[in-house]
Structures are given as C-alpha cells and as structure tokens.
C-alpha cells in the first residue's frame, strides 16, 4: 500500500475511534441512570455472592439462598435507615438551636459584604440622570428548586427498586449468566474471556470487601471520637463522615463537613474544631496510605494520575455516584485493556 493510503487509512481510522468514544461517552451521560443502577446491582451481588455460595454447599438451593439473602439485606439496610430516620428525625426537631450559630456568621459576613459594598460604590460614578433601570424577576425559584428536588428523588427511588431485583438474577442464575456471556464470544476467544472475567471477578470482590471494611474501620473509629468529644449524634454523623472520608483526595474536606455543623451549637472556641480537623485529617491520611494500598489497593492497582483523572470524568457524568463508582469502573477498565491485543499499553499505563 503507498504511503499516501496508509495515511488516509490512519487518519480515517482514528477519525472512526473519536467518534466512537464521543457515542460512547454521551450514551454514558444519557443513561446515567440506567448504569448506575445496573453497576450498584454488580457490585452488590458481588458482595454477596460468598453467603449464596455458602448456603449452597450447605445443600440450599441457589435461588432460595440468594432470596434468603437477599430479605435479609434488605431487612438490615431497613432497620438501620428506620435508625438514621429517628436521628434524624431529632436533628430536624434540634435544627432551630443548630441554625442560631449559622445565622450570626451568615449576617457577620453579609455585613462585611455590605461594607465592601459601600466602600466600592463611593468610587463609582453616579447614576445618570434619566437612566433607567430594568430589573428581571425570577419566576418562583423556590417553587423550580423543589421541582427539581422532587424529580431527582422519584428517580432515586424509581432505580432503587430495581436494584434488589437485579441482584436477586445475578445471584440466582449466576452460572447461566456466566456462560451466557462466554458464548458472546468466538471460540477462540473463550479462553481468554474467561480469563478476563475472572480477573474482573476477583478486582471486583476485592475492591468490595475491601472499601467495606475501610468504611466499616472509619465509621466506628470516627464514631468513638465523636462519642469521646461529647459531639451529639455520635453515630449518625460518623456515618456521614466516615463514608465521605473514602472519597479520595476530596474526603478529608468532606467529612468535616457533618461534625462542623452539629458542633457549631456546642463549642464556642476554635480549639474542639482545630481537633476535629486534625483527627479526621489524619484519619484520611492513615486511610490512603495504609488501609486501602493493604486492603484494596493490591487487587485494584491504578496509579494517581489515573485516579485522579477517573475521579473527575466520572464525577463530571454521574455527580456524586460518579465520585464513589470511578475507581471499579477504571479498574475494570484496566483489566479488560490487560486482556485485549493491542490496547495493552493502555493497561499499562493506568497501573503504572
């Protein structure tokens, strides 16, 4: 082929790769909703798919296990949100102490803006004479707002209630799924399919067990620091702030965020929260640097950069479930580039 063809080849052929991953990247932004709930349901059924397995060594049929199991999720996920709605339930009845606090640094700072103001307008010309001045109103924010509110919500939990039905099929017709999938592909690929998926199953329940017991060592060391300092609803603001903190980079600011408000009404000096910053900072720290490279990192394997870039693709598409689904997705993503001819380096370099 002469070299002005292969040029025009080339060319074409990285022409056809944009567009396929702008399809690509839209079709992720338009069904967010669609893929969010279906990878909440994988990595759910991940999770529990060793109790399933375990019944069924134990002669309990899958699909009865997987039911099993399944109820009693959701009769824990239950009692513990009817827990958190108590809580609060009295939060909301304590907000009006909660909110005196906020007020007073709200109206000392719109003071300062005020006086900023006045300063700035002294050096301004003055109005024109015979200038007018047309000003738009803004039709019902309040009303839009909730509008809105209400709209995310109804999807929230239009997706929600798919969710456990998912995982029950994933759960229950595991093996059909299984080779449902290696018959995609040709013959000849089957092997390495099935090598790719296994490598995709072991990240996954790797990445799953692990972030669980990462939260699970947050939350209640973060919960006895909070019971320790005296702050009110210990354990409803270390669950905030313990799942906040798993965020990477972003979550040491995060989880101040909760023990920050509910201790604007109990301390009056600044040393309790120049305490809560430097303990949940340093928790954030011994975190990223010990708990997840021993408990996640060795089955998840990307580097920062990648991290980094994953956090705020992900983050921009899917907002806050972005934020907390990038780092399986990219580790997928790196597992499936290791297993396919000639997107290697790619793999190479996520986990360099």
Request: hydrophobic share 60%; glycine share 6%.
């Amino acid at each position: 082929m002469p070299a002005e063809e292969t040029r025009i080849v080339t060319a074409a052929s990285t022409s056809a790769r944009i567009i396929a991953a702008g399809i690509v990247i839209a079709f992720c932004y338009w069904a967010s909703m669609v893929l969010v709930t279906v990878i909440v349901a994988v990595l759910t059924a991940y999770f529990l798919d060793p109790v399933v397995t375990w019944l069924e060594r134990v002669r309990i049929p899958r699909a009865l296990g997987s039911l099993l199991v399944l109820l009693v999720t959701l009769a824990l996920i239950a009692v513990l949100g009817w827990l958190l709605v108590e809580r609060v339930d009295q939060f909301g009845r304590d907000w009006p102490k909660y909110r005196a606090p906020l007020r007073s640094a709200a109206q000392a700072i719109n003071a300062r803006l005020e006086s900023l103001e006045a300063r700035v307008s002294e050096i301004t010309p003055a109005q024109r004479i015979g200038e007018r001045i047309v000003t738009v109103a803004e039709a019902h924010p309040v009303r839009d707002a909730l509008l809105g509110r209400l709209s995310s919500l109804y999807l929230f939990l239009l997706a929600a209630t798919f969710v456990p039905f998912l995982v029950f099929f994933m759960l229950a017709a595991k093996r059909q799924v299984w080779h449902a999938t290696i018959q995609l592909f040709p013959p000849a690929e089957r092997t390495q399919a099935k090598e790719a998926l296994a490598d995709v199953t072991q990240v996954l329940r790797g990445y799953v067990f692990g972030t669980a017991l990462v939260g699970l060592i947050l939350v209640l060391a973060s919960w006895l620091f909070f019971w320790a300092l005296g702050l009110d609803f210990p354990f409803l603001t270390a669950l905030v702030s313990g799942v906040c903190n798993l965020v990477p980079y972003l979550g040491a600011v995060m989880s101040w965020l909760p023990p920050l408000l509910i201790g604007l009404k109990q301390f009056h000096t600044v040393g309790p929260f120049i305490l809560i910053f430097s303990v949940l900072t340093l928790f954030h720290v011994f975190t990223a640097n010990l708990l997840v490279p021993a408990l996640v990192g060795w089955r998840v394997r990307l580097n920062a950069l990648a991290l980094t870039v994953s956090l705020l693709f992900w983050g921009f598409l899917w907002g806050a479930m972005g934020l907390v689904l990038a780092i399986p997705i990219t580790a997928v993503i790196k597992v499936i580039c290791e297993h396919v001819e000639g997107w290697q380096p790619i793999g190479r370099w996520l986990s360099a």
